[in-house]
């Protein structure tokens, strides 16, 4: 079965502390893979997406992920945490063809200490 | 570029009335809509999947009968919330792959019934 798990439901780390995500997926193919961030009442922005290639994926606002076929993870990484990044989180897997869908992870809120 | 507009950001009405929420890709084609459902901290679930020119297809536990949704064109899905009751209320949000970018989404929409 499709499924992505976020073990973390919350996380709070101190400004200028780093910072990982995790994220772990089961999927019947290789999947393209994302992480988002909402923040509270908004819709979604994409951070960084990986489809192939090179397994360490930069994306915007600093943040970085790795793809590690075996053991099926895409953590989010940040050396750094700016206050502004408190949000939550979103790890999601999917195609953009066929039948495997489109699903997202349970989401991760970041509360981020002055 | 791939953009995706949603309308209205946030709507309230009266229970018992229909709401209609539309999302516009503005710079591609999108056979494909994607429509989720996101209730306060939690995840986003997919409701049903929209294709231009067809019948759009359901997740399991999803009332097609509630949720009404049309792509008569390349450009616009809506999605029609009808009769709607206060445990409707909720955060909707569109999606449209790209095979190129991944899937992009529209800002939300926030519908409030009283």
């Known amino acids: 079965a499709q499924s992505v798990t976020q073990p973390d439901i919350h996380i709070t780390v101190s400004e200028g502390a780093s910072l990982e995500l995790r994220c772990n997926y089961s999927?019947?193919?290789?999947?393209?893979l994302f992480w988002y961030v909402q923040s509270p009442g908004q819709g979604l922005q994409l951070l960084l997406k990986?489809?192939?290639?090179?397994?360490l994926v930069q994306g915007i606002k600093g943040f970085e992920a790795e793809f590690k076929r075996s053991q099926s993870s895409f953590n989010l990484r940040k050396p750094s945490v700016h206050w502004s990044d408190a949000a939550e989180y979103f790890c999601?897997?999917?195609?953009?063809?066929?039948?495997?869908?489109?699903?997202f992870g349970t989401g991760t809120r970041l509360k981020v200490l002055a | 570029g791939a953009v995706v507009s949603q309308h209205p950001s946030w709507v309230i009405c009266k229970s018992g009335t229909s709401v209609k929420i539309e999302c516009r890709s503005l710079?591609?084609?999108?056979?494909?809509m994607f429509w989720y459902r996101q209730f306060p901290k939690q995840s986003l679930m997919l409701m049903a999947t929209?294709?231009?020119?067809?019948?759009?297809?359901?997740e399991q536990g999803v009332e097609k009968d509630k949720f009404l949704i049309n792509h008569a064109s390349l450009t616009l899905s809506t999605l029609t919330v009808t009769s709607a009751h206060p445990e409707d209320s909720s955060f909707y949000i569109c999606?449209?792959?790209?095979?190129?970018?991944?899937?992009?989404f529209g800002s939300g929409t926030r519908l409030t019934v009283v």
């Open positions: 999601a897997v999917g195609r953009t063809s066929g039948t495997y869908k489109y699903i």
């Open positions: 999927y019947g193919a290789t999947p393209y």
């Open positions: 929209s294709n231009e020119g067809s019948k759009a297809t359901y």
């Open positions: 990986y489809f192939s290639g090179d397994t």
């Open positions: 999606s449209a792959p790209r095979a190129d970018y991944g899937y992009t």
């Open positions: 710079d591609f084609q999108a056979t494909t």
